[in-house]
């Protein structure tokens, strides 16, 4: 026996009546079942009270239970015997676990997803190489995230660690990275140039999977995470339509809820205390290292905040009935359930029985509903000017398609739709305004600002003069429905931004308390451009640090933006583009990021806007739809969340502006 394979493995020397005489014991690996990926620092986030057992094939070797709620810590003997497994059964679930003696390089992808999975946040595959990047000129390949579960891995990391949340493994993210295993240990890793263990093992040992855990030193197990439910029908599906029942969680870490330092994500809920009986809303349990056959119940916090209504099992009990919530026994699960009154309280996963231990949370805030009052303009572009579209037989008409209350309020459905999850209903009233004005190219609105010598000896603009016409005040949002809007140049003979590039636009109410308003063309019809220019009306992105930070991926390069999404892009994300404040209006199968020149030339890589990271294009609402997704948590590093909180300080205003 060399001596490299006795680190590996060792020979008991004990008395002959002990029970390890002269064996060969295992080396052992530490593992984790938290409620949350990362270390545990000073919250309880271990799954205490778990039954184990440790077996060498089918020979029974440990048997305990998990520890306290500090970390729910198993130290798991690993087999020396190469053909013998190692299971783990915990949980209802059993665990191969392979113990390697090192990782690989940080400067690989599969480095990255190894040391992201010790640490909890990483549940999926591992990529089929180790290929290292050279830092100083290939960095952007490291940004290439090879699916959708590595780029969630990293942004659940950034959220949990004060990190600006962009998806990008880059030297903050990757040192921060290696201060927490430093925490918990050295960790061994492959020389330069040299394969790590597992690269030289992968084709005895298989893949990285639910099931099979490859383990250096220790690892930290996640079981289950929530998510939205977008199929009411169909616990599997990924992507669906906006529905004010089945709101996105803000699933942006861990560690940050709402008043409370348990970790958990927060889901939405809207309270409208004039139906008798609420809505169900549901959401979607993934069973990410847990076995479908392990039994999971569902409880809520809070009886008098949170009806579980589906799962729901009612069982006889010496004639007692006994109401369940015991989850499906398959990898994804819908849970439906109804608010009482509006609060606060968790959906908690539990183990094993109603009442067994908490392996999951899942924050809750129902949301009273408000109303806020919109007054609808549809004028009449009168323009001694006309512009015909690419592609159309003839002019922009004079007037949008949208113009009588029907057709306004049909618009409105959806957008409801979007905000009514936080609280939030608008509600148009009965007359439109559709006054003439003589501009200068027919149906449209220039927006480019000029200086007028003549009349009022003042900078004025057709959106200035929109904005002051037959307004609504009292509270009530003016939004102005047009054919087009556009930039001229300053002496009218050309375009600054041309016809269907702007599809909406629209000031803060706090900000701009005497001329906030919407506009929107008809061409960017769809709910999700409304609901996000009337975000910006109820103040979002509210950046305190640079006004010119306006939407979650975009900084402004101009002090006063007249054209919204113009700019730089900071990031480029899944979870950034699920959010409404999203600055375009779709999803382009392509990166958007904007990388700084790398080297002494002045250009940028050529990563900028290659076809690549193709999830990236479907985040849920179907291919190349943007989310409506506003942020709860309040992150350090991320000036643009705490969404929900804003629009409703905004709304609570404009109300208290319409009087009772």
């Given at each position: 026996?060399?001596?490299?394979?006795?680190?590996?493995?060792?020979v008991?020397?004990?008395?002959?009546?002990?029970p390890?005489?002269?064996?060969?014991?295992g080396?052992?690996v530490q593992v984790?079942l938290?409620t949350?990926?990362g270390?545990?620092?000073?919250?309880?986030?271990?799954?205490?009270?778990?039954?184990?057992?440790?077996?060498?094939?089918?020979?029974?070797?440990?048997?305990?239970?998990?520890?306290n709620?500090?970390d729910g810590?198993?130290?798991?003997?690993?087999?020396?015997?190469?053909?013998?497994?190692?299971?783990?059964?915990?949980?209802?679930?059993?665990y191969?676990?392979?113990?390697?003696?090192?990782?690989?390089?940080?400067n690989?992808?599969?480095?990255?997803?190894?040391?992201?999975?010790?640490l909890?946040?990483?549940?999926?595959?591992?990529?089929a190489?180790?290929?290292?990047?050279?830092?100083?000129?290939?960095?952007?390949?490291?940004?290439?995230?090879?699916?959708?579960?590595?780029?969630?891995?990293?942004?659940?990391?950034?959220?949990?660690?004060d990190?600006?949340?962009?998806?990008?493994?880059?030297?903050?993210?990757?040192?921060?990275?290696?201060?927490?295993?430093?925490?918990?240990?050295?960790?061994?890793?492959?020389?330069?140039?040299?394969?790590?263990?597992?690269?030289?093992?992968?084709?005895?040992?298989?893949?990285?999977?639910?099931?099979k855990?490859?383990?250096?030193k220790?690892?930290?197990?996640?079981?289950?995470?929530f998510?939205?439910?977008?199929?009411?029908?169909?616990?599997?599906?990924d992507?669906?339509?906006?529905?004010?029942h089945?709101?996105d969680?803000?699933?942006?870490?861990?560690?940050k809820?709402?008043?409370t330092?348990y970790?958990?994500a927060?889901?939405?809920?809207g309270?409208?205390?004039?139906l008798?009986?609420?809505?169900?809303?549901?959401?979607?349990?993934?069973?990410?290292?847990?076995?479908d056959?392990?039994?999971?119940?569902?409880?809520?916090s809070s009886?008098?905040t949170?009806?579980?209504?589906?799962p729901?099992?009612?069982?006889?009990?010496?004639?007692?009935a006994?109401?369940?919530?015991?989850?499906?026994?398959?990898?994804?699960?819908i849970?439906?359930?109804?608010?009482?009154?509006?609060?606060?309280?968790?959906?908690?996963?539990?183990?094993?029985?109603?009442?067994?231990?908490?392996?999951?949370?899942?924050?809750?805030?129902?949301n009273?509903?408000?109303?806020?009052?919109?007054?609808a303009?549809?004028?009449?572009?009168?323009?001694?000017?006309?512009?015909t579209?690419a592609?159309?037989?003839?002019?922009?008409?004079a007037?949008?398609q949208?113009?009588?209350?029907?057709?306004?309020?049909?618009?409105f459905?959806?957008?409801?739709?979007?905000?009514?999850?936080?609280?939030?209903?608008?509600?148009?009233?009965n007359?439109?305004?559709?006054?003439?004005?003589?501009?200068?190219?027919r149906?449209?609105?220039?927006?480019?600002?000029?200086?007028?010598?003549a009349?009022?000896?003042a900078?004025?603009s057709?959106d200035?003069?929109?904005?002051n016409?037959?307004?609504?005040g009292?509270?009530?949002?003016?939004?102005?429905?047009?054919?087009?809007?556009?930039?001229l140049t300053?002496d009218?003979t050309?375009?600054t931004?041309?016809?269907?590039?702007?599809?909406?636009?629209?000031?803060?109410?706090?900000?701009?308390?005497?001329?906030f308003t919407?506009?929107?063309?008809?061409?960017?019809?769809?709910?999700?451009?409304?609901?996000?220019?009337?975000?910006?009306?109820?103040?979002?992105?509210n950046?305190?640090?640079?006004v010119?930070?306006?939407?979650v991926?975009?900084?402004?390069?101009r002090?006063?933006?007249?054209?919204p999404?113009?700019?730089?892009?900071?990031?480029?994300d899944?979870?950034s583009?699920?959010?409404?404040?999203w600055?375009?209006?779709?999803?382009?199968?392509?990166?958007?990021r904007?990388?700084?020149?790398i080297?002494?030339?002045?250009?940028?890589?050529?990563?900028?806007?290659?076809?690549?990271?193709?999830?990236?294009?479907?985040?849920?609402?179907?291919?190349?739809?943007?989310?409506?997704?506003?942020?709860?948590?309040?992150?350090?590093k991320?000036?643009?969340?705490?969404?929900m909180?804003d629009?409703?300080?905004t709304?609570?205003?404009?109300?208290a502006l319409?009087?009772?």
């Open positions: 026996m060399s001596f490299a394979n006795a680190r590996n493995f060792f008991a020397r004990l008395n002959n009546e002990a390890n005489h002269n064996q060969l014991v080396r052992t984790f938290q949350v990926p270390l545990p620092g000073t919250a309880n986030v271990g799954i205490e009270k778990l039954d184990y057992k440790v077996f060498w094939g089918d020979e029974e070797k440990q048997s305990g239970k998990t520890s709620r500090k810590k198993i130290n798991v003997m690993v087999s020396p015997q190469a053909g013998t497994q190692t299971i783990l059964e915990v949980m209802g679930t059993r191969e676990i392979v113990r390697l003696q090192n990782l690989a390089r940080n690989t992808i599969r480095g990255m997803q190894q040391r992201l999975t010790l909890g946040y990483y549940y999926g595959p591992l990529v190489d180790e290929t290292e990047i050279n830092l100083q000129t290939h960095q952007k390949d490291l940004y290439v995230n090879p699916n959708k579960e590595t780029e969630q891995a990293i942004l659940d990391f950034q959220a949990d660690h990190l600006f949340p962009d998806a990008m493994y880059g030297p903050k993210t990757s040192k921060a990275v290696e201060d927490q295993l430093r925490k918990i240990g050295s960790v061994g890793v492959a020389s330069p140039g040299k394969t790590s263990d597992y690269e030289r093992r992968k084709g005895a040992i298989g893949g990285h999977t639910k099931l855990k490859l383990v250096h220790s690892l930290r197990i996640v079981p289950v995470r998510a939205r439910a977008p199929d009411a029908n169909n616990a599997d599906a992507d669906g339509p906006i529905d004010a089945a709101p969680p803000d699933d942006r870490g861990f560690k809820c709402i008043q330092s970790g958990a927060v889901l939405p809920v309270f409208d205390p004039d008798p009986t609420q809505a169900e809303t549901r959401v979607r349990l993934q069973r990410i290292n847990s076995a056959e392990a039994d999971l119940y569902v409880t809520s009886a008098q949170v009806e579980i209504t589906s729901r099992q009612q069982e006889d009990h010496d004639g007692t006994v109401v369940k919530n015991k989850l499906p026994a398959t990898n994804n699960a849970i439906k359930f109804r608010a009482l009154k509006a609060g606060r309280c968790f959906l908690e996963v539990r183990f094993g029985a109603q009442d067994g231990p908490i392996i999951h949370r899942l924050q809750v805030v129902i009273r509903l408000r109303t806020i009052q919109v007054k303009h549809a004028p009449i572009i009168n323009g001694s000017h006309t512009v579209l592609g159309a037989p003839a002019p922009v008409e007037q949008t949208f113009k009588t209350r029907d057709q306004i309020v049909a618009r459905v959806d957008v409801n739709k979007v905000y009514f999850p936080h609280g939030i209903k608008f509600n148009v009233m007359a439109v305004d559709t006054d003439v004005h003589n501009f200068y190219v149906g449209c609105v220039d927006v480019t600002w000029r200086w007028n010598p009349g009022a000896g900078w004025e057709e200035n003069t929109l904005d016409h037959n307004r609504e009292n509270g009530a949002i003016n939004v102005v429905f047009v054919r087009q809007i556009i930039e300053q009218r050309g375009f931004t041309g016809t269907n590039q702007i599809g909406g636009m629209a000031s803060s109410a706090r900000t701009n308390p005497n001329t919407v506009y929107l063309a008809d061409w960017a019809g769809e709910a999700q451009t409304i609901a996000h220019e009337l975000g910006h009306v109820l103040h979002l992105v950046d305190p640090g640079a010119q930070f306006v939407h991926n975009a900084r402004d390069r002090n006063n933006p007249q054209v999404g113009t700019g730089v892009n900071i990031r480029d899944i979870v583009r699920r959010r409404l404040m600055a375009y209006t779709g999803l382009p199968n392509r990166s958007l904007e990388f700084p020149a080297g002494v030339a002045n250009t940028a890589p050529a990563y900028n806007y290659e076809n690549i990271m193709a999830y990236r294009a479907n985040v849920g609402y179907t291919n190349g739809k943007v989310g409506v997704m506003l942020t709860v948590k309040n992150f350090t991320d000036r643009t969340d705490r969404e909180q629009v409703q300080k709304a609570d205003r404009l109300i319409a009087g009772p």
